[in-house]
């Protein structure tokens, strides 16, 4: 028998880095989410070689005080949660100050950063878990963050990432999910130096559904606005003789968080019983916004699940909005064919 031992710090470091960051889009999609919840109305990614080699993140948000700046770097360390309680409440995408520490094991970080109020600006190095630099810079207001070589000390998840075309349409995904259901924040994406997404951030949804998607896409949504029971459900879905072949088109959010839900679906698919050609799906992009006491978000460290107190009251809301924007669209086409 092999005696037992604990795991040395960098180790440990490295397999709990395995849940949150598995490949460059979980570095993304971390990183613009701090920066969203640091109250940014400007976010710009750069990534290069499909993120591997190169990620960097700008946002215009609150910065981080000079001192807190290590701080950031350490494992469960957060200035969003305090109390368990809080986790009840949650309000921003992040809370369970992993990202950073997660990220800074499996790679070589850069943050800069400036809060409004401080003098000048901070820039720590980190490489593996290893601080490399801490010292007083000059930069504007805000942080930006470049992270290299993922995974450079972690060869077998290297070895696992795809092609950097590859890698680069899953970090599209991401920030096309980002941009949509944060229609106020301005984002812009570079990959390989080409700009690939510009958003207005102007607070309009269908502003952003035109950046991402384009405007034949937008051309074939019915708005929605509903609400019930509390839960209120905002957005786009289909009409009627605009069905997929798959499912890809949907888009769920929750309380501003992108995330999968079966439930949802099926109410939305519900909805259009019999008014959709059978083998069609619908699209959408519907915003659910309930109580954060109502969901719980804490059920997965990518946070791409949530689960509902009551379910049946955030399907039957769903069902109701999307009826409702069909019905709604049929009225209004028959009178229009018919005067
Ligand atoms: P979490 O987001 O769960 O709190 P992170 O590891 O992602 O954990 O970040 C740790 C902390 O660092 C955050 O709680 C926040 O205070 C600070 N932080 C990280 N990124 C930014 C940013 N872009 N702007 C301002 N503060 C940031
Ligand atoms: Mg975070």
Redesign the pocket.
């Known amino acids: 028998m092999k005696r037992i031992r604990v795991l040395d710090k960098n180790v440990a470091e490295q397999i709990a880095a395995g849940e949150v960051v598995e490949r460059p889009a979980s570095v993304v999609k971390?990183?613009v989410?701090?920066?969203i919840?640091?109250g940014?109305t400007a976010v710009t990614v750069e990534i290069r070689h499909g993120g591997i080699t190169y990620i960097r993140?700008t946002?215009n948000?609150?910065?981080?005080e000079p001192d807190?700046v290590p701080t950031?770097?350490l494992r469960h360390?957060?200035?969003?949660?305090q109390v368990f309680d809080d986790l009840n409440t949650i309000g921003?995408?992040?809370?369970?100050?992993?990202?950073?520490?997660s990220i800074a094991a499996v790679s070589r970080v850069e943050f800069v950063?400036k809060t409004h109020d401080a003098p000048y600006a901070t820039r720590y190095c980190i490489e593996g878990g290893e601080e490399t630099d801490h010292a007083e810079t000059g930069a504007p207001d805000?942080?930006t963050?470049v992270v290299r070589d993922l995974f450079y000390n972690v060869p077998a998840r290297l070895k696992f990432l795809k092609r950097d075309t590859v890698e680069a349409a899953q970090i599209n995904g991401i920030i096309d999910r980002l941009a949509l259901s944060h229609p106020e924040v301005s984002f812009k994406l570079i990959i390989d130096r080409k700009i690939k997404l510009h958003t207005p951030g102007n607070g309009k949804l269908l502003s952003s559904v035109h950046a991402v998607f384009g405007q034949a896409f937008a051309e074939t949504l019915l708005p929605v606005d509903y609400g019930m029971n509390g839960v209120s459900v905002t957005g786009f879905v289909s009409k009627t003789d605009a069905g997929r072949k798959t499912r890809s088109m949907q888009h769920f959010f929750v309380n501003g968080r992108y995330i999968h839900t079966k439930l949802c679906t099926a109410a939305l698919e519900e909805a259009y019983e019999n008014a959709m050609m059978t083998g069609k799906y619908p699209s959408c992009v519907l915003n659910i916004s309930l109580g954060f006491d109502r969901v719980d978000v804490n059920v997965h460290p990518a946070k791409t699940e949530v689960r509902f107190a009551q379910e049946r009251e955030v399907y039957d809301a769903v069902l109701s909005a999307v009826k409702a924007a069909v019905s709604r669209a049929d009225i209004i086409k028959r009178a229009q064919a018919d005067p």
Do not use: H
């Open positions: 971390e990183l989410e701090n920066a919840d640091a940014a993140v946002d948000g609150s910065g981080v807190d950031a770097f360390a957060t200035s969003k949660v921003t995408l992040g809370f369970r100050g992993e990202a950073l520490a950063t805000g942080t963050i």
